[in-house]
């Protein structure tokens, strides 16, 4: 099936820096890439998607780019504030056989922004 | 509002009971998962079911049980051979092949004393 790696585990920054975090994925059938934000005690909330046939998308203060040669998918957050301290998820959606329509997720980032 | 429900949001069982933890859509979504999530763990898939009267383990399928009878509804017993069970679970669906991901439940946080 398909296998994906999250980084960073943690990341901290300060209030109004930019943050990013990085995912690889392992099947090029893969073609539905989701990125969603868990706070604390809730379940994860869709925030940015992004279809294998885009290169980046952008919405206003979050962006998603996916390179498919090198298998790799980022979140841009900008401007950061405090209330988008939580725990962020990239997931990759499998696309062939068993693994059709599955999402499969990193491991998670917990953003920290200081005020 | 569509949405999907977990219920209870809090669950304190004995050890060696069963429980059982619920999840309702209204979203019309035909595939609905199972997860349970531990500190530094991410999501793992207990189950998934991708229509009804049908469903299949994912990676940690050992000492839960589901039922798929209903369209709306996709309950997941936690068993007494579960070796530790005190965990959040969430439970998720979507319309299946395409559309937009996956939508997630609020959480039930069961623990086992």
């Known amino acids: 099936g398909e296998n994906v790696e999250q980084h960073p585990s943690t990341l901290s920054v300060q209030e109004g820096d930019s943050a990013v975090i990085k995912c690889t994925y392992s099947?090029?059938?893969?073609?539905?890439f989701p990125w969603y934000k868990q706070e604390l005690g809730k379940g994860p909330q869709l925030i940015i998607d992004?279809?294998?046939?885009?290169g980046e998308k952008k919405d206003q203060r979050i962006a998603v780019t996916l390179n498919k040669t090198a298998k790799h998918f980022s979140l841009h957050i900008t401007e950061t504030q405090p209330e988008d301290s939580a725990v962020y998820f990239c997931?990759?959606?499998?696309?062939?056989?068993?693994?059709?329509?599955?999402?499969?997720f990193g491991r998670g980032t917990q953003l920290t922004v200081w005020p | 509002d569509g949405g999907i429900t977990q219920s209870p949001k809090y669950l304190f069982r004995k050890e060696g009971q069963n429980v059982t933890l619920s999840c309702e859509q209204n979203?019309?979504?035909?595939?609905m998962y199972w997860y349970r999530q531990d500190p530094g763990q991410g999501l793992r898939l207990i189950y998934y079911?991708?229509?009804?009267?049908?469903?299949q383990k994912g990676d940690i399928a050992e000492g839960y049980s589901v039922s798929r009878e209903k369209k709306e509804s996709f309950p997941l017993t936690v068993t007494s051979a579960q070796k530790n069970p005190t965990a959040f679970y969430l439970c998720?669906?979507?319309?299946?092949?395409?559309?937009?991901?996956?939508?997630f439940g609020s959480g039930t946080r069961l623990t086992v004393v």
């Open positions: 979203l019309n979504h035909d595939a």
């Open positions: 992004i279809r294998s046939n885009v």
């Open positions: 099947d090029s059938a893969s073609n539905y």
């Open positions: 998720a669906s979507s319309d299946g092949q395409g559309g937009r991901g996956y939508t």
């Open positions: 997931a990759a959606r499998g696309n062939r056989g068993s693994t059709l329509g599955r999402l499969y």
């Open positions: 079911s991708q229509i009804v009267n049908d469903f």
